[in-house]
């Protein structure tokens, strides 16, 4: 066997995303692409913001020394400073730059933090809807991904996490605003789950983490604000990446934050910064870091965003589908009209829509909708949404 036996399982199981953007590829080669409307990968067709080309030509104008060379492993000193200096003001809290660590992109942030505090065995803790990554991560390293269900409006079950907490749970990820749901956990929310991680810790013992995946903390609509869990607990690591607020999902550039009044936070940035270095990221990119820096109050136009959302609900709920409205992200998570959400997959495919089936987010049942799209995309969907529906509720 070429490979090993866990990577092939994990192969068959791949990323339902992946397979229907994939699929779309073949899908146009066939039918043409003005007759296939790809609607399954958050891959944002907007631009970055203009502050990040003026950046990228200042850069390159007037390069600085040594700008492409090795620097620390958590990143340079002003850009984590400068990070922090945002996040300060965001939460009131005295983050400096020993609380940063520059990671290429959110992914790396999340495998990082998972590295640092999970021995082989030990539980990460995941809610549904999740993003289907997040159970290849665990894996990564030896952990054991442990899913907790949620309620209706998406809103995870905190009885059932009490009950699944064990003394190998080291790590809870929370994913606010939420892919696929697109909710934001509310605060009072937050402060429960806080309540009880403080509970179990003591009962059981040890430390359990909360990791805030956050990349879509910056597109929230209709005026709301971000609830941000530090607030509420102070073993939070903030782990981010400006791919969705600046547009930049190629250029890999986040970073993963600890909570400064968390006692061990010296230890942990310690370990972040070997894990970071170990697992082979070294360091998030030179150049990305520069232009960053100066980019941390600039996020890409949200209107646009909400427009797209507002049009496709109101689009999807007159078909007859059943959607929740999102309050942040770029995705719609609808219940299949069908129980078996993969005839209605199927049913779309037919009409030249791609959308991802629930079950790649662990909810069947549900499809996700990405809507960082073209608007022609958007409106050439819209009749294969209503024929789709149509046959379904004919059969």
Not at 56 to 81: F, I, K, V, W
Request: hydrophobic share 40%; net charge negative; aromatic share 10%.
């Amino acid at each position: 066997m070429a490979i090993a036996s866990n990577v092939r399982q994990h192969m068959e199981n791949s990323s339902w995303i992946r397979r229907m953007f994939e699929l779309g590829i073949a899908l146009k080669r066939e039918r043409g692409e003005e007759n296939v409307f790809d609607l399954s990968l958050g891959n944002p067709v907007v631009e970055p913001p203009p502050e990040f080309f003026d950046a990228l030509r200042s850069l390159a104008d007037t390069p600085t020394p040594g700008a492409h060379r090795y620097m620390p492993n958590a990143g340079y000193t002003e850009t984590r400073q400068a990070v922090a200096e945002t996040l300060s003001g965001e939460t009131g809290l005295p983050y400096g730059a020993q609380h940063v660590l520059m990671t290429c992109g959110a992914a790396a942030a999340l495998n990082v933090a998972i590295h640092a505090l999970c021995d082989p065995g030990d539980e990460v803790v995941i809610f549904t809807p999740y993003f289907a990554e997040y159970l290849f991560y665990a894996y990564n390293h030896g952990t054991l991904p442990v899913v907790v269900g949620c309620d209706e409006d998406f809103t995870p079950d905190l009885e059932e996490l009490e009950r699944k907490l064990t003394p190998r749970s080291k790590v809870v990820i929370l994913n606010s605003p939420n892919n696929p749901s697109g909710v934001i956990y509310p605060r009072s929310f937050v402060a429960d789950l806080a309540a009880l991680l403080r509970r179990k810790s003591e009962e059981l013992g040890s430390h359990i983490y909360l990791v805030s995946d956050e990349p879509y903390r910056r597109i929230i609509y209709d005026g709301l604000g971000y609830p941000f869990p530090q607030y509420e607990y102070e073993r939070t690591i903030t782990a981010t990446s400006h791919a969705k607020d600046l547009a930049l999902p190629g250029d890999r550039i986040g970073y993963l934050a600890v909570h400064p009044a968390c006692e061990e936070a010296g230890e942990l940035m310690d370990a972040f910064v070997f894990c970071n270095r170990v697992l082979g990221f070294v360091n998030a990119p030179a150049i990305m870091q520069h232009l960053v820096r100066g980019l941390q109050h600039v996020t890409v136009d949200i209107g646009d965003y909400q427009a797209k959302r507002d049009h496709l609900c109101d689009l999807l709920t007159s078909a007859g589908y059943t959607v929740r409205k999102p309050e942040g992200a770029f995705y719609l998570f609808p219940q299949s009209p069908v129980e078996d959400e993969m005839l209605l997959i199927e049913a779309l495919q037919e009409e030249g829509v791609l959308v991802v089936p629930g079950r790649g987010f662990g909810m069947p049942g549900y499809f996700r909708i990405s809507y960082c799209v073209e608007q022609a995309a958007l409106d050439g969907a819209a009749p294969g949404f209503r024929a789709a529906i149509e046959k379904l509720s004919g059969a």
